[in-house]
Antibody, heavy 117, light 106 residues
């Protein structure tokens, strides 16, 4: 059974870079799936940030594309998110998840990130 | 950009049927998925490829997708079904979520 666990700082200063890692257990990150980041601001809906596969092919939400970088570390069975120049609007719970078929079938527990000085 | 619209809220009595709609341009030409999110929890996939249930999802959850509207139906609604529900589809390789519907079991 695949499990995902997000990790990273819970507090980021405005204008700085948010960095999160998702550790995959129970399967290899190189098995051909796509891996995604999704976020949810407090009291609001879900927002897809981007997808990446084991070879590093990425797709990003157009409105975030200029600030987002996703990467894969196959040796550690992890994938990561970097979001530059954060503002208060980036405050959210950040989830990592897998794409099974064309749906997000397995989710991490989520990690709250607050952008504040 | 592609958008998916859901009603903000749906109320249902225990044992009755709740229907949640998701509207988007030619949504029926894409696959729709549905997620259930209970308060303080991660979302859970309840429907994929328009109408398929993952293992462990009760049979009372059914769905359809045609034209511009996908619909999630919960028959014999139970108090445990009270949650936020989100539809989702793909626009090329970009994932889009619906605006979300809060289901209240009165």
């Amino acid at each position: 059974q695949v499990q995902l666990q997000e990790s990273g700082p819970g507090l980021v200063k405005p204008s700085e870079t948010l960095s999160l890692t998702c550790t995959v257990s129970g399967d290899s990150i190189s098995n051909g799936y796509y891996w995604v980041w999704i976020r949810q601001p407090p009291g609001k809906g879900l927002e897809w940030i981007g997808s990446i596969n084991y070879s590093g092919t990425t797709y990003y939400k157009p409105s975030l594309k200029s600030r987002v970088t996703m990467s894969v570390e196959t040796s550690k069975n992890q994938f990561s998110l970097r979001l530059r120049s954060v503002t208060a609007a980036d405050t959210a719970v950040y989830y990592c998840a897998t794409v099974g078929g064309d749906a997000f079938d397995i989710w991490g527990q989520g990690t709250m990130v607050t952008a504040s000085s | 950009s592609y958008g998916l619209t859901q009603p903000p809220s749906v109320s249902v009595s225990p044992g009755q049927t709740a229907s949640i709609t998701c509207s988007g341009d030619k949504l029926g030409d894409r696959h729709a998925s549905w997620y259930q999110q209970k308060a303080g929890r991660s979302p859970v996939l309840v429907i994929y490829e328009d109408s398929k249930r993952p293992s462990g999802i009760p049979e009372r959850f059914t769905a359809s997708n045609s034209g511009n509207t996908a619909t999630l139906t919960i028959r014999g609604t139970q108090s445990m079904d009270e949650a936020d529900y989100y539809c989702q589809a793909w626009d090329s390789s970009i994932a889009v979520f619906g605006t979300g519907t809060k289901v209240t079991v009165l």
